[in-house]
């Protein structure tokens, strides 16, 4: 296990209808990157969070956002869902070593499973 | 559209058969992770590879990164059961889209007993 956690596992909602997925980093790591995986697709980068600010952010649109508490874990929020919407979504911790030039190693949780009807 | 193209897209095999997945990109990355993947769970990392033409070995897998940083290996000898997955390759991205991942679609492996 990788120590991330997520928050649900399962939820079904209405288009239109707005959604918060939540997740807890590993400990020790200071940095949250969210991902959309579609049926059969591989995962699509939405955004990422360091030090509570957005620091990137993939081809998602406003109506997909996010927050980082001081304890580094994190929410995603997603408006007026559509049925494209539905997927899994994952969250995966990382942790920040400053150093120029290289991507840090990313841990992922189980994923939220949304299903948008 | 995927950053990272991977081949096969799905492969079956018997238990004892090696077998090699590619994953290929236009794009220099400035590392390259593998991960598995079982159905309605996240991804778990098998290997990160940083350095070009580096080669890392798990077992019975091995793990190639091409001397450009644009491309990816995994060989596994003699598979089992138990490696029976979704393999997906991660490109990490450099300079602006430093810190996020280019997942390729992934390689269903079947292994038969």
């Known amino acids: 296990e990788t120590g991330v956690t997520q928050s649900p596992t399962h939820l079904i909602k209405t288009r239109g209808q707005q959604v918060t997925l939540r997740c807890s980093s590993q400990?020790?790591?200071?940095?949250v990157s969210w991902y959309q995986q579609a049926l059969g697709q591989g995962p699509q980068f939405i955004f990422q969070?360091?030090?509570?600010?957005?620091?990137g952010r993939g081809n998602f649109p406003p109506r997909f956002s996010g927050l980082q508490f001081p304890n580094y874990s994190s929410e995603l929020n997603v408006n007026a869902l559509e049925l494209d919407d539905s997927a899994l979504y994952l969250c995966?911790?990382?942790?920040?070593?400053?150093?120029?030039?290289?991507?840090?190693?990313?841990?992922f949780g189980p994923g939220t499973r949304l299903t948008v009807l | 559209t995927q950053l990272l193209e991977q081949s096969p897209q799905f492969l079956s095999i018997q238990e004892g058969e090696n077998l090699t997945v590619y994953c290929n990109s236009s794009?220099?990355?400035?590392?390259l992770q593998w991960y598995r993947q079982e159905p309605g769970e996240g991804p778990v990392l098998l290997v990160t590879?940083?350095?070009?033409?580096e080669v890392k070995k798990l077992k019975r897998l091995t793990f190639q990164f091409g001397d450009a940083r644009k491309d990816s290996s995994l060989h596994i000898t003699a598979a089992q059961p138990g490696d029976t997955g979704l393999y997906l390759c991660?490109?990490?991205?450099?300079?602006?889209?430093?810190?996020?991942?280019?997942f390729g679609r992934g390689t269903q492996l079947t292994v038969w007993p």
């Open positions: 995966a911790s990382s942790l920040r070593s400053g150093g120029a030039g290289r991507a840090d190693t990313q841990y």
């Open positions: 969070y360091y030090r509570e600010e957005e620091n």
């Open positions: 991660a490109g990490a991205g450099r300079g602006s889209t430093l810190g996020r991942l280019y």
């Open positions: 590879v940083v350095t070009g033409g």
């Open positions: 794009s220099v990355f400035s590392s």
């Open positions: 400990s020790g790591h200071n940095t």
